[in-house]
Each structure stands twice: as structure tokens, then as C-alpha cells.
């Protein structure tokens, strides 16, 4: 499906019913994306993040009723087969069911597993959708993966399915995807940016593996948190005045690593132009970092960008002061004694008031 041809499904608003999740009511939905569930090593998610995510899905989300919406690229169907998968990751699809059986999975098709949506497995457990819409009292927000935006995946993906699975795999050859690529990232995240400011609504997608939040990437929310830090040191005192200190130090450094990773044109590049940033494009990122996992979460009140990550990494999150963390305990795999029982760590990135993100696309979102 073309991307203008996919935007204007999207924008006629006529979703199957089964497609939306209303949580105007109540209700809190976890979003994920770029599982990569494959059958070895590579692009594929880790042992460590894997069980990660079987002991958060099961003893965190699944048990305080939380949806679970898998926004594409669960499985990594490109090299793998669905057995192969199954058989490797028997306990995170044992979890999938959980929710399935209560009605609270919606799964997404993404370009590595988009043989699911056209039926390929017809043995398949789970319904899959090319985008679901999730209502709010104030707001829509659409999830769909992402690849529908990029002309090459819409009408070549097929042939990278192959050229992947009898050329890059047995070469040990890392996925050829827009996560790589800073400008085709940015391509995709304007085509979904300029849909959800024309329609008023929320966009949340995955593919590029890059978290964003109100549409802002790191680099763009570094710059605005240290001018934050900044306005709020002369007035400070003692500790604080040396937490902010600290902070900006750390802030620093996370922005020089991200100069070096990404090209310094693209990096100049924004959205918005030269408008103000209308908070109406997320991305929950993937599952594959090395340290931990990113996660949208949304209730009808709040949307909040997560990382979870385990015991012993990713310190500076807890030793920064303006970030909120919490930890629960998982559970011993078979790879671990029960003395050796990890914690993992739920941090908040980033968090806001729906209401307030629709008030800032209603009077932003306008052209003057």
C-alpha cells in the first residue's frame, strides 16, 4: 500500500471496529515495537532483553490489566521461520497469549512480519492489523509501524525479504533497514509528522528504532532540557545547584556521543522547520538496545515515554535526579539460580498531560 494511499486510509477515519481500542473510559495501553524475535544472533532480540520482557509483560503489565499494542517487526520473519521463532521464543508467545485470551493484544504488522497480515501463516494464534486507532477523551492517537511511509518497503519488501535470508544472513551481514540510515529516518518521521498535524491527532509509529517524544529525538530534547537546567541554576542552591550542575555535565557528553553517531546535516534538521514543535509524533522506539528497552505508555490522562532496563546497567538514569524510576523484581531463568534473581528498573523519560498535547496541536497545529 503506497504510502499516500495508506495516509488517506488513515485520514478517512473508517477503521474496522476491532481496529480501535477506546480508553476514554479508563484504561492504559503499553505500545512496543522492533521485537526482532528471531533464532540467533544479530538484529535479533537479546537472551537479556528477552527475559526482561517475558518478567515485565507477565509480573508488571499483564498482571494491573494493562493492553499490550506490538506496533510491527515482532518477528523477524526475514531470516527466520515461524517455527524457528516459536521454538526459540515459546515463553514471550506463553505471555502474547495472556493478553489475547483477555482481549487485550493488538498486534501490528511491520515490514519484517508483514507475511502475518497477508495471510502467508494461516496457523498464526494472534489477529493482525495494518494500524489500530486508540480513542482518549481529548485525543486519537494512530499506531501503525511505519514502513508504509517509505515508498522502497512498500513496493520492494519482498524482494529484501530474499535478498536477506539467502545472501545477508549467511554472511553474517547486518539488516539493510531505515534504522541505519539518519535521512531516511528523518524522511519517514516528516510524512508522519505532517499527517498528524493536518489531522489533529497523534501518530505513533516504530521502524526507525529511534525513540521521539511530542516529536522530539534525543538530540532535540537535550538541547531543550539543558536550556531548562540552565534557567533554573541561578536561583539555585546548594544541592540542587550541584545536581543541575551534574546533569547538564551528563547531558553534555549524551550529546557529543549522539554528534558523533549521526550526521551533523541531519542533525540540523527538525520537523517543525523553523516552527514551533507541535507535539503530535512518538515513537516508542525498539527492544534491541544493549543496556535495556523503550515503551510508550498511555492512559486516557497521560502519555509517558519508558525504558526498563536490568540490575547493575544504565546507572546514570537513576543517579540523574529528574528522572523517576521505579523497580520490581523478576523472575529466575533457567540460566540463574535464585539467589541470583535480577530487578529491572521502569525509568520515565518523558511524560505529559494529554490534554495538554492537544492544546498545543490546537493552537500550533494551524498554519497563521
Given amino acids: 500500500m503506497p504510502d499516500r494511499i495508506f495516509l488517506n486510509y488513515l485520514s478517512e477515519n473508517n477503521l474496522p471496529s476491532d481496529s480501535v481500542l477506546d480508553i476514554s473510559k479508563g484504561g492504559k495501553v503499553l505500545i512496543l515495537s522492533d521485537l526482532h524475535m528471531g533464532a540467533g544472533k544479530g538484529d535479533d532480540l537479546t537472551f537479556d532483553n528477552g527475559e526482561i520482557l517475558i518478567s515485565i509483560l507477565e509480573n508488571y503489565y499483564y498482571k494491573n490489566g494493562w493492553f499490550l499494542v506490538l506496533n510491527g517487526d515482532i518477528e523477524e520473519l526475514h531470516k527466520f521461520s515461524l517455527d524457528e521463532i516459536h521454538e526459540r ?32 501463516n494461516a496457523s498464526y494464534p494472534f489477529k493482525v492489523h495494518p494500524v489500530i486507532r486508540i480513542d482518549t477523551e481529548n485525543i486519537s492517537a494512530y499506531v501503525y509501524h511505519g514502513h508504509q511511509l517509505s515508498e522502497i518497503y512498500t513496493r520492494f519488501n519482498s524482494f529484501f525479504a530474499l535478498l536477506i535470508r539467502l545472501f545477508l544472513k549467511p554472511f553474517g551481514i547486518k539488516n539493510i533497514s531505515d534504522a541505519r540510515s539518519p535521512h531516511k529516518r528523518f524522511k519517514i518521521e516528516k510524512k508522519a509528522y505532517a499527517f498528524s498535524l493536518e489531522n489533529s491527532c497523534l501518530s505513533i509509529i516504530g521502524h526507525t528504532h529511534r525513540p521521539l517524544f511530542e516529536s522530539l529525538g534525543r538530540f532535540d530534547y537535550i538541547k531543550f532540557e539543558i536550556e531548562r537546567l540552565c534557567r533554573g541554576y541561578p536561583s539555585s542552591l546548594g544541592e540542587d545547584r550541584a545536581r543541575i550542575e551534574n546533569e547538564v555535565t551528563a547531558l553534555r557528553k549524551d550529546l557529543a556521543k549522539l554528534k558523533r553517531k549521526e550526521r551533523r546535516d541531519v542533525l540540523r534538521q527538525s520537523l517543525y522547520g523553523d516552527e514551533l514543535p507541535v507535539p503530535c509524533l512518538f515513537n516508542s522506539g525498539s527492544t534491541l538496545g544493549k543496556q535495556g528497552l523503550n515503551a510508550i505508555e498511555m492512559t486516557n490522562e497521560d502519555i509517558a515515554l519508558i525504558y526498563w532496563f536490568t540490575d547493575g546497567k544504565s546507572r546514570k538514569f537513576i543517579t540523574r535526579g529528574s528522572y523517576s524510576y521505579e523497580t520490581i523484581s523478576g523472575k529466575p531463568s533457567s540460566q540463574r539460580t535464585e539467589s541470583k534473581i535480577p530487578a529491572y528498573h521502569r525509568v520515565v523519560l518523558n511524560h505529559n498531560r494529554l490534554d495538554y498535547i492537544f492544546a498545543r496541536i490546537k493552537l500550533l497545529g494551524n498554519s497563521v
Fill in 89 to 120: 521464543w515459546g515463553a514471550l508467545y506463553r505471555v502474547f497469549t495472556l493478553f489475547d485470551k483477555e482481549n487485550r493484544l493488538y498486534k501490528i504488522a511491520g515490514n519484517h512480519d508483514d507475511q502475518l497480515i497477508l495471510k502467508k
